[in-house]
């Protein structure tokens, strides 16, 4: 199966000119904003790529940290980024105005980056969930909040970035980086939304309310691409565009949530005809128990389950070994909720808890989930 690793073999000695931008393109430009260039870019001015990588690159020797960037990273992103300066493809382009923002009392992590194109556009990616629980927590207020933190500094950067020229503008990123992507469009002003020629969501959580029936999600419709892997989770959290590209990848679980995994045959992503069994199943259970609560509910339940993470003792998602582990899973079991709300608090906590744990012991496999198995019997023992 290709990746995005041999589209690099293919494609990296291509300019732009010779073969115009793609959705191949929009993630790899959207993974580039994902190490912390905080002293490396300016906050309001520009580097070449090759230079960032570069001094990013000599930042991490002279903290001698190695280049662990947690354990929901990609292994390969870092070889990936390395290798963007020395193709033709990559190699002229300039990067610019970097921010980085994790803020406890406001409940906030957020990050954005933009890559400036040979052609004068504009893209602007945000950076998707990182590892701090803040970072989680901020995810999960999705479906309790109208308006989070990071979705009103998506939409100011975009104004910010705006204002340097009247050229044209893309906007991208993975994960929750999606999500403020479109946020940033939707509320941008009509005269700017005009000059964005591509919004990229790849694999991000919707919205709390269905933005697809307003005005100004009419005015992006056009130019919005929503890429999802066949075995999301992500994509299926709250309201989302129902006209997603649905893209083939070999791995399951938190993996297939990584678009270096996801196929890709020339220019594109390969297409899968529909989503696995797993991730529809997660869709039903998700409907059954977030969707059925009230805002009261979902807040209590989203502050118990951060309550849980914190008191183990872990402020990032790197600090969980198998105790922290196991004492999160019997501290949800005690929980004084429904059956239903308890089993999904559980099952919520072995997706992203068992995962991460695998995740930094570079060996990730899928996680079956409890109410996954009881559809199976419903349905005889038969996958899809």
């Not at 995005?4 to 959705?23: C, H, K, M, V």
């Not at 001015?45 to 280049?67: M, P, Q, Y």
């Not at 389950?305 to 105790?323: K, P, Q, R, V, Y």
């Amino acid at each position: 199966m290709a990746t995005i690793l041999d589209y690099l073999d293919w494609r990296g000695d291509l300019t732009f000119a010779q073969s115009p931008f793609n959705e191949v393109d929009n993630y790899i430009l959207c993974k580039l904003g994902c190490p912390d260039f905080t002293g490396i870019i300016p906050a309001d001015g520009t580097l070449s790529i090759g230079e960032a990588v570069s001094r990013f690159d000599a930042s991490l020797a002279d903290a001698g940290d190695g280049e662990f960037l947690g354990p929901l990273a990609s292994p390969v992103m870092m070889n990936v980024i390395r290798r963007l300066p020395r193709t033709a493809r990559f190699g002229s382009l300039t990067v610019a105005d970097f921010i980085s923002k994790i803020d406890p009392v406001a409940e906030e992590q957020f990050s954005a980056l933009t890559i400036l194109l040979p052609d004068g556009t504009r893209f602007v990616t945000y950076r998707g969930t990182g590892d701090t629980i803040i970072s989680w927590k901020e995810d999960f207020l999705l479906s309790v909040e109208d308006v989070v933190p990071a979705q009103k500094d998506a939409a100011a950067y975009l104004l910010r970035e705006a204002s340097y020229g009247d050229g044209p503008l893309m906007l991208g990123g993975h994960s929750k980086g999606g999500n403020l992507a479109v946020y940033a469009a939707l509320k941008a002003p009509e005269a700017i939304q005009a000059r964005i020629t591509g919004v990229y969501n790849n694999d991000g959580p919707g919205f709390r309310r269905d933005p697809r029936g307003t005005p100004e999600y009419a005015r992006i419709k056009p130019v919005l691409h929503t890429l999802v892997s066949q075995h999301t989770v992500i994509g299926k959290l709250l309201y989302h565009e129902e006209d997603c590209t649905i893209v083939k990848c070999w791995p399951t679980g938190i993996a297939a949530h990584d678009g270096f995994n996801w196929e890709v045959l020339g220019t594109q992503f390969v297409r899968s005809p529909d989503y696995s069994f797993d991730s529809k199943a997660f869709e039903v259970a998700l409907s059954e128990t977030l969707e059925s609560m009230n805002d009261v509910e979902r807040r209590d339940f989203v502050e118990d389950f951060f309550s849980i993470m914190t008191s183990t003792g872990a402020t990032t998602l790197s600090d969980f070994n198998e105790h922290r582990f196991r004492q999160a899973l019997e501290l949800g079991g005690e929980m004084r909720r429904s059956d239903t709300v308890r089993k999904f608090l559980q099952t919520t906590l072995n997706i992203i808890l068992q995962e991460t744990i695998a995740g930094a012991k570079a060996a990730i496999p899928h996680p079956r989930l409890p109410f996954l198995s009881e559809l199976r019997e419903e349905r005889g023992g038969k996958d899809e």
